[in-house]
């Protein structure tokens, strides 16, 4: 993780000052080096030795903050894990072309790996977290979105690339097919399982532990799985009340303590939790292709560790 940590340092470096300077802000301000953790806790189980998984470690890692800029562009989100955004303080269109940059220096990497393979499985995957995000910008504030258009945004925008990371550790440890689709499965099931707890966390938080405001979801109006459970198990009245804040945004500050309520009288938190650990129990199950080791029981306890952050 270090070696990993210092590549990217390296390669965020650019003669163009504004380049480091805003990509330092986002890096600086913290994250969990989730994805790089994947690929090299893949690799390594799958018993690499080499130092190949470093380097895609980094590509993944850019290939997310790259899309956390843009995201936050999108959002007009002015806070990333409380601290100012990168938009809020540089502007959007220097967040706009750092995100291209740190897109262009995640491909780099990939090039100088050489797999081709690799590249396909990466370059697949970022294709994919566009198509994600495109699609929930489509359904945003439709409250007549389908929990199945909800799916399938969650494993474009975030699945998809907890799976590339896991599945390359796979492929430079030149695993068998089986393990390769094991540690995809395994990391597609934990993205959407860390997905569904972010969206639960947007309504059960406070600022501290989420790294922004509760009901950020709320106020941009995204249709996420608490909103659909909430507007599915209320009456005409309820799903009056979540098209006007939804689809007109019309919002008072006390419409989200309403919210709030009714998602508690409805137990859609809860709800949301117990279908993220069925996809964390889907996730540990992919696991047992490979023997007990502390690689594997390292990937096992990133599961525990995502959906215990909702408590």
């Keep these: 993780m270090s070696a990993c940590n210092q590549l990217i340092i390296d390669r965020m470096q650019s003669p163009v000052q ?31 030795q080499g130092e190949r998984h470093i380097g895609l470690a980094a590509c993944v890692e850019f290939i997310h903050t790259a899309t956390l800029l843009h995201d936050d562009v999108v959002d007009e989100s ?6 100012a955004s ?7 269109k220097a967040s706009v072309l750092v995100g291209d940059f740190l897109f262009a220096r995640a491909f780099q990497l990939m090039v100088a790996d050489g797999a081709p393979e690799v590249l396909r ?29 909800y799916l399938q945004v969650i494993e474009g925008k975030t699945a998809a690339l907890f799976a590339a990371a896991t599945r390359v550790g796979a492929v430079v440890a030149d695993r068998p097919t089986q393990q390769a689709e094991a540690l995809d ?9 860390f997905q569904l707890i972010d969206d639960a966390l947007d309504y059960s938080a406070v600022q501290e532990q989420l790294g922004k405001t509760v009901g950020d979801d709320f106020r941009e109006g995204k249709i996420t799985l608490p909103v659909l459970l909430a507007f599915a198990r209320g009456g005409e009245e309820e799903k009056s009340f979540w098209r006007r804040v939804l689809e007109e945004r019309e919002q008072s500050d006390a419409d989200l303590t309403h919210a709030l309520h009714l998602m508690r009288q ?30 594997r029981r390292a ?3 990133i599961v525990e560790f995502c959906i215990a952050r909702v408590h």
């Design 18 to 48: 504004l380049i480091p300077q805003l990509a330092a802000h986002l890096i600086a301000a913290g994250g969990k080096r989730l994805r790089p953790m994947l690929t090299l806790s893949a690799a390594r189980l799958c018993g690499y």
């Design 86 to 92: 990168a938009n809020a303080i540089f502007g959007n």
């Design 121 to 149: 499985i990466l370059s697949s995957a970022a294709a994919t977290i566009v198509e994600g995000e495109v699609l929930q910008l489509v359904i945003q504030n439709d409250t007549a979105s389908t929990e199945a258009q």
């Design 299 to 301: 990937l096992q306890g």
């Design 185 to 193: 499965s395994y990391g597609r099931n934990l993205g959407i399982a």
């Design 78 to 83: 002015e806070l990333r894990r409380g601290q």
């Design 266 to 295: 409805h137990g859609v938190i809860e709800e949301t939790v117990a279908r993220a650990r069925h996809y964390g129990d889907l996730a540990l199950q992919s696991l047992a292709e490979f023997p007990d080791s502390a690689h």
